[in-house]
């Protein structure tokens, strides 16, 4: 009933020559996962920018302070056995004190002060660079000891499962839904007088009571989101054949949770972290603002502004500086993470 | 609603009184824990009258003791005891007096951000890529990510520094238009985002072209149609952004002196004033948790399509 033909080129059919396979062949080298997260977050140019704001910063606020020639906490009018020189105290911008004047007049070359100095007569340049070398450090170890104890909590919840993930869940779930900040402030009002008296005497005299148990506040709370996290990802992966494959040669736990689980969420660790960063110098410079960060006479961001409230009337730069740089770190760190994200999470991208 | 809503409700409330719990336990320790207890002045007292004032405050009692009296009296009589150093004054009066004045701030923020934080969304959504579109999200986005002191300092410096438009002290008459302004900038740069991206989520449902293709007018697909059901991943923002609310307005009243619980909080971590900054604590976490858990469960009574896990 039906005829079926159908007209065929057989010339389509002949085999290729050398030469035609030569050009099928594709000669790059083959890319890893690493390779093309770079590649993307190279292509995306705001997380670019992010990034080359963010290398600056720190890089200034590491290296400034070594040729800088004033000190955060030297009070350029106060000279050993003179009386006080106020003529140091609220310089403007690029002016100078009376002794450097009578200095420039005699020909010798006196560094500027190029944000002028504080009511204190303190450079205020190097106090703004070390309030952001404090903020950044802070930023940075908080998010240290948040991954290390979410890694920890999170993994040893994932994988066991069962009672131990189910009483671990309800204590994450009860602080999760603690309001943080409130707790972090009454923490460190209260830990601060507490470890005043513990920490006398010691390094960490000098970081002052109050960084130390921002930090133990962080210890403390933020690991939750940190370890569901890390938690749920375990979850999915421990269903996966090769960690089958590896039980089956009896492989210890912590055997395949260091080598096949980990790993494999690897870029979802980096990428909380990195946005852990900007929260914790958020947290920094808010508690800061509030009287309760670094120690004085030692510089923050937050500190920084909020002492400069008291003379907004008349020297608003002050407070526009520090919160410029709080801003622009915030920004740029927290527009890095999200390429970060972008390009390393092809999950997401789906 | 089904027995699994129920049983949802159930769990999310008893899982946020067992936080307050928490809350006022973690609070009452952390607070006896400090050396030299609330009563260590820098005024040096006989030790007759710290007896007699330890006596009075119930601080002679072990202190398990202590604890159940103060859970006692918060459950039974709404009572955190007496202020330290307001003389005479109890603690929940001087919280009645500050929330006067911060629900006020507060609500009105919210308000604010509410409805400019959706129209804004809606904006941007139905003009996608577009310039006025591509405006919103750039300020957004950096409204987003300003702390709320920084918010409020700038704010201050151009207002009432430089144009000397509006009162930089809370206390006056319109002086709380700074405040306010400071408080919604950030959470409405959230809702324009979050009404943006649900509302884009909406209008590409079959649904909506069903109704264009039936020859709907386009005010009425927005309205009746896409805005209800863009509005529902807002609901889950409620608990968030009362907590950066309540946390923006400890620094916001601050700054602008405004006499609410913020100031009184701040004020009593430097005064040590131990009996309010517990009390205050413990009111505004129960606020927190019990606008999440009102959030929570909004969100999955008005949208049956979600899922309870």
Known sequence: ?350 | MNSKTLGYILKRVLLSILTVWVVITITFFVMHAVPGGPFLSEKAISEKAQAALEAKYGLDKPLHIQYFTYLKDIVTKFDFGPSLKQRGRNVIDIIKDGMRVSAKLGVIAAGIALAVGVVLGSVAALRRNRIIDKVIMVVTTAFVSMPSFIMGSFLLLLFAVKLRLLPANGATSGGLILPVITLSLSPMAYITRLTRSSMLDVLGQDYIRTAKAKGVPAGKIIFGHALKNSLIPVITYFGPMLAYIVTGSLVVEQIFAVPGIGRAFVNCITSRDYPLLMGTTIVLATLIVVMNLVSDILYKVVDPRINLE
């Open chain 1, 1 to 350: 009933m039906f005829r079926f033909s159908m007209h065929v080129n057989m010339d389509d059919f002949i085999p290729a020559t050398d030469e035609e396979k030569a050009y099928m062949v594709q000669m790059r080298p083959s890319s890893t996962f690493f390779k093309d997260g770079v590649k993307r977050l190279i292509k995306n140019k705001v997380a670019l920018v992010s990034f080359i704001i963010i290398c600056i910063v720190t890089l200034s606020s590491i290296f400034i302070p070594i040729f800088w020639p004033y000190s955060y906490d030297s009070m350029l009018g106060v000279q050993p056995g003179k009386a006080v020189d106020a003529s140091y105290n609220n310089l403007k911008p690029f002016t100078y004190g009376k002794t450097e004047l009578a200095k420039i007049e005699a020909g010798e070359k006196v560094f500027p002060h190029v944000f002028g100095t504080d009511s204190s007569g303190r450079d205020y340049f190097i106090r703004v660079v070390y309030g952001t070398r404090i903020s950044l450090a802070v930023g940075f170890f908080a998010s240290i000891i948040v991954l290390i104890i979410g890694l920890v909590v999170g993994s040893v919840a994932g994988y066991c499962g069962g009672k131990v993930d189910l009483f671990i869940m309800r204590i994450v779930d009860i602080i999760y839904s603690l309001p943080d900040m409130l707790m972090v402030i009454l923490l460190s009002a209260v830990l601060n007088r507490t470890l005043e008296t513990v920490i006398s005497g010691t390094v960490f005299e000098k970081i002052g009571g109050n960084i130390i148990s921002l930090f133990v506040v962080f210890a403390l709370l933020y690991w939750v989101s940190m370890s569901r996290l890390i938690r749920g990802q375990i979850l999915a992966l421990k269903e996966q054949e090769y960690v089958l494959a590896a039980k089956s040669t009896s492989a210890k736990g912590s055997w395949i949770i260091k080598k096949h689980l980990l790993p494999n969420c690897i870029s979802v660790i980096v990428i909380s972290t990195a946005l852990q960063i900007p929260s914790a110098i958020f947290t920094e410079s808010y508690l800061s603002f509030l009287g309760l960060g670094v120690n004085a006479p030692m510089p923050s961001l937050g500190s920084l502004a909020s002492d400069a409230l008291n003379g907004i009337n008349s020297y608003a730069y002050r407070l526009i500086i520090p919160a410029v740089v709080i801003s622009l770190i915030v920004l740029s760190l927290n527009l890095f993470g999200d390429g970060l994200r972008d390009a390393f999470d092809p999950k997401l991208n789906g």
